[in-house]
């Protein structure tokens, strides 16, 4: 890790520090592995075909669930146990884990329905997807 922190490492350790969230991505974000990965894509989510998904992890809107939820007209009491991680380029859709999970299986929210879409069954499948594209 590097000496300084990235802006975006210390804003979320800040913001979710007593957030109830899966140690797997908790990790990932205070170890800034991110980094690595903070723009990447993703091809084959529900609904957007075969085609690759630009995905952002560092998304500065990523720190303000609520905001992003109101925005979208999703309930967050609803869905409180739901965790954005990514946003995706061109669109309202965003991917999200379980936090109730140990393993944050990955959704993918799509604004033109209105739904949460299971992806993959743990965030290291995700991780794994992301780091064979292109």
Not at 28 to 41: D, G, N, P, Q, R
Not at 57 to 69: G, K, N, Y
Not at 120 to 129: H, K, Q, R, S
Request: proline share 4%.
């Amino acid at each position: 890790m590097s000496e300084t922190k990235a802006q975006f490492t210390r804003l979320f350790e800040r913001t979710y520090a007593q957030a109830k969230l899966p140690e797997v991505y908790r990790r990932f974000i205070s170890s800034e592995a991110y980094l690595e990965l903070k723009t990447c894509f993703v091809q084959g989510l529900t609904g957007m075909g075969p085609t690759f998904a630009e995905i952002q992890l560092d998304d500065e809107r990523l720190l303000d669930i609520a905001e992003m939820f109101d925005e979208r007209d999703i309930s967050l009491d609803r869905f409180s146990e739901i965790h954005p991680i990514g946003t995706i380029r061109y669109g309202d859709n965003f991917l999200a884990i379980d936090t109730t999970n140990e393993h944050a299986p990955v959704f993918c929210w799509r604004g033109d329905d209105g739904a949460f879409h299971p992806e993959f069954d743990t965030f290291e499948e995700f991780l794994d997807a992301a780091r064979r594209a292109p």
